[in-house]
């Protein structure tokens, strides 16, 4: 499968969910072994348990409280934590 068809990726446990073209496929690897093998040009961390792809990305949603949430291109919404938010805001605007 070619990563860059990859949407975003879950974690769940010991594994990881990648979400391609409306389905989804479960993988044994963890979040941190999976994302030091993603391509950063296309793949951000963007919550402890969430992975997207910048291309897949349709907009950024500002919640209350400073907060946000990722639209993706297929309606899914993925939380940005906090931790993660500023290398992500930075990421975001370049692109």
Do not use: C
Not at 44 to 65: A, P, T
Not at 69 to 81: A, E, M
Request: proline share 2%; no cysteine.
């Amino acid at each position: 499968m070619d990563t860059r068809q990859v949407a975003r990726i879950e974690a769940e446990e010991k594994y990881v969910r990648l979400h391609v073209e409306g389905r989804s496929y479960l993988h044994r690897e963890t979040m941190n072994d999976l994302e030091e093998r993603l391509d950063p040009s296309f793949f951000i961390r963007v919550h402890r348990g969430e992975i997207v792809n910048m291309y897949f990305i349709r907009e950024l949603e500002s919640l209350s409280h400073g907060d946000y949430q990722i639209v993706l291109k297929d309606s899914s919404r993925v939380p940005l934590g906090r931790t993660y938010r500023d290398r992500f805001l930075r990421r975001f605007a370049e692109s």
